[in-house]
């Protein structure tokens, strides 16, 4: 009967005393600006010139359409009433094509832009995050979090340009600027 009596206190003691242990014991964290440090890595910077490489001749061309487009509207309204209702409804279809032209361009490029951009950082997002995972394993933290999603840190725990060198590191790029000493 003593037994069964003393064991519940002495079950209740154990487990205080696991728990006062669990508790005491230090978490360390980090806080990292996810978004900024894949922005400032080497391999987006150079994926954002070879993009803007890449789209240059498409935007040049429709550049060059809104200035056709501006020049045939420029030439309707100077026209005084010297152009005959013919000429004026050929301009004023040749506009409206060019018109049709840029909008089906400028969709077009966008697209493109906007697949190209996401397929991008989508992938250098799954790079980011195995190297702040790396990077969080060698200095022993148990929980990094985005600066994004915390309320207050301080700064001491920010490891941002931490993680912006090791995946620079990790994932070098051919013919990028050597990173700023900081």
Known sequence: MFSRMGFKPLLACSAL???????AAQIKVAVVDIQRAVFE?????????DMQATFKPRQDKINLLASEIQALQTQ?????????????????????????ELKYAQDDLQSDADAYRNDTLQKSSVKMNEVIKKLAEGKGLDLVVDSQTAHFFKPALDITDEVIAAYNKA?????APAPAAK
């Open 41 to 49: 890595s080497a391999e987006i910077t150079k994926a954002n010139a």
């Open 171 to 175: 994932y070098p790029v051919a013919g």
């Open 76 to 100: 309707l309204q100077n026209s005084n009433g010297k152009l005959t209702p013919a000429q004026e409804t050929d301009i004023q279809a040749n506009a409206a094509k060019k018109q049709r």
């Open 17 to 23: 005393f696991v728990f006062s242990q669990v508790a």
